[in-house]
């Protein structure tokens, strides 16, 4: 579902680089992830005009084994707003497609502040941990 077509690129980045895509997640079915958090990530995300990809709940889509999730390890290059690494990979990995672990980037939005993640979400680098 995508949120947006635009995308940014800083002004460093080589021509033929692609910023890594974002992906968001709700949390909607685990009261693990605070709210405050969840929202202010969230509001971020939409006020800076970057493209983003979200979804209700990474775990919900992994017991269902849904195919979005092969498209989204397929394609690598990518950002994970969610909860522990682990545990992304884990969900990634018994929906039958395992995550890279060279260009995939997962932040804790358990454990982080929601501006760091957010910055690191909109950043076109790599993360900062």
Sequence with gaps: MPHDERSTRSADASPNARPLRVLYCRCAYADVVPEDVKDRVLQRLC????AFDTVADLCEMSARHDPALNRIAE???????????R??????????????TD???????????????????LNDGEVDT
């Design 47 to 50: 006020e800076s005009g970057r």
């Design 75 to 85: 394609c690598g290059g990518v950002k994970i707003a969610a909860c522990y690494k």
């Design 87 to 100: 545990a992304v990979h884990g969900l990634f990995e018994a929906a039958g497609a395992p995550l890279s």
């Design 103 to 121: 260009d995939v980037h997962v932040l804790n939005m358990r454990t982080d502040d929601a501006d760091t993640i957010a910055d690191n979400l």
